[in-house]
């Protein structure tokens, strides 16, 4: 499975638009890009994936490069409860199972 | 509210113990996923089921196993218990096993256990 990179923390201010990016540069052609969040040691919670056409969704953006090698979560208006570990995950369409593998995540504060 | 229930909330116990979770999925859900939540791991894929059968195995320890049962829901029993175990233990559910491009997994509020 494709490995992915992401920042270790960001801020961002309450009302503004939080902008989460992930470098996912070995992705193959048929793996997707999804999006977890996990609110402080809550179950992770599904946000988006997508392909390689942008997504939107109620809660987020996603934004897929044209090489899809990297991708950008937007949260457009973020609040105090969009603080979490955001978590950019690489999955294969096709395989034994689906599983999904987390790395380290962004950990987001928004801040008032 | 995700629709997945894990019993127990809290689990306290000694080194050498045995102890089993219990996960319930989302009605409809025929996969079962179990993950480990530790401060020096982060969070990684245990096991998952599919209609009763293993599908997959992740980094799981000789020590754990799991089943699903015909009503689908699942338990992971942790044997020999090391400090070491002391964990978040998160079930989650999905509709698919495999090759689906749609995998949504729901989590549970997991299991916090402690090995004193």
């Known amino acids: 499975d494709a490995k992915t990179t992401q920042p270790t923390s960001m801020d961002c201010a309450e009302g503004r638009a939080a902008n989460l990016p992930c470098n996912h540069s070995t992705i193959s052609g048929n793996e997707y890009v999804y999006w977890y969040r996990q609110i402080h040691s809550q179950g992770p919670q599904y946000i988006i994936h997508g392909l390689k056409n942008n997504e939107t969704n109620e809660m987020a953006s996603l934004i897929i490069t044209e090489d899809r090698k990297s991708s950008t979560l937007i949260l457009p208006h973020a609040t105090l409860r969009d603080t979490a570990v955001y978590y950019c995950i690489v999955s294969p369409s096709k395989n034994a199972g689906n599983m999904l593998t987390f790395g380290g995540g962004t950990r987001l504060m928004v801040k008032p | 509210d995700s629709g997945v229930t894990q019993t127990p909330k809290h689990l306290i116990t000694a080194t050498g113990q045995r102890v089993t979770l219990r996960c319930s999925p989302r009605?409809?859900?025929?996969?079962v996923y179990w993950y480990q939540q530790s401060l020096d791991q982060g969070l990684q894929f245990l096991i998952q089921?599919?209609?009763?059968?293993?599908?997959a195995k992740g980094n799981i320890l000789e020590r754990f196993s799991a089943q699903q049962f015909p009503d689908l829901h699942s338990e992971l029993n942790l044997s020999s218990l090391e400090l070491g175990d002391s964990a978040l233990y998160f079930c989650a559910s999905s509709v698919f096993g495999s090759g689906s491009s749609y995998n949504e997994q729901f989590f549970g509020p997991g299991t916090r256990l402690t090995v004193l």
């Open positions: 009605s409809g859900d025929l996969s």
């Open positions: 089921y599919y209609n009763g059968e293993e599908r």
